[in-house]
T-cell receptor, first 110, second 113 residues
Framework: EDQVTQSPEALRLQEGESSSLNCSYT??????LFWYRQDPGKGPEFLFT???AGEEKEKERLKATLTKKESFLHITAPKPEDSATYLC???????????FGKGTRLHILP | DSGVTQTPKHLITATGQRVTLRCSPR?????VYWYQQSLDQGLQFLIQ???????AKGNILERFSAQQFPDLHSELNLSSLELGDSALYFC????????????FGSGTRLTVV
């Protein structure tokens, strides 16, 4: 069964304090691994897609990396506006549906 | 605005009632997906439609049903509602074979009282 586990569940950082969020996954044939950002009461907003081990993607203060078993979302010098829930999801090669992890709630203190 | 439109934004109804949630996908997208999000379960996949036909089913209750119409909009019907059905319901859309993930709507918050 396809599964996505994210850790930690919640993370509080001081502004400027870099850290990483973890996403461990089990999937039968990975088509893609996705990172989304979700603000309270809103729909998830697409950040990155990673397709193969060793791949990296960057956007502003965020960098996503992928291995054969996990992905990391690195946050460098975060700002309070980076506070949100970050969701990791995988898509198997056999179908279209995307399975989400429960997310990491990130809170950046000014 | 993501291009995926969900109505209504909020819905309050009593137990035992039936409601219909509506989703219009992004222009050109043929696939529609429904997800349920509750505090303890995260985003749970319910069902997918592609160009009017059901493509995949997740943990969707028998009291729930969905369809996609010829104009590609989709409706999720929830019946015999229970308190535990209170959640955010999201619709997402994608083009066939798209490898860039989904585009989500802003959701419908359902409260069952």
């Amino acid at each position: 069964e396809d599964q996505v586990t994210q850790s930690p569940e919640a993370l509080r950082l001081q502004e400027g304090e870099s850290s990483s969020l973890n996403c461990s996954y089990t999937v039968s044939g990975l088509r893609g691994l996705f990172w989304y950002r979700q603000d309270p009461g809103k729909g998830p907003e697409f950040l990155f897609t990673l397709y193969s081990a060793g791949e990296e993607k960057e956007k502003e203060r965020l960098k996503a990396t992928l291995t054969k078993k996990e992905s990391f979302l690195h946050i460098t010098a975060p700002k309070p506006e980076d506070s949100a829930t970050y969701l990791c999801a995988v898509q198997a090669s056999r179908d279209d549906k995307i399975i989400f992890g429960k997310g990491t709630r990130l809170h950046i203190l000014p | 605005d993501s291009g995926v439109t969900q109505t209504p934004k909020h819905l309050i109804t009593a137990t035992g009632q039936r409601v219909t949630l509506r989703c219009s996908p992004r222009s050109g997208d043929l696939s529609v997906y429904w997800y349920q999000q509750s505090l303890d379960q995260g985003l749970q996949f319910l069902i997918q439609y592609y160009n009017g036909e059901e493509r995949a089913k997740g943990n969707i209750l028998e009291r729930f049903s969905a369809q996609q119409f010829p104009d590609l909009h989709s409706e999720l019907n929830l019946s015999s509602l229970e308190l535990g059905d209170s959640a955010l319901y999201f619709c997402a859309s994608s083009a066939w074979g798209q490898y860039y993930g989904y585009t989500f709507g802003s959701g419908t918050r359902l409260t069952v009282v």
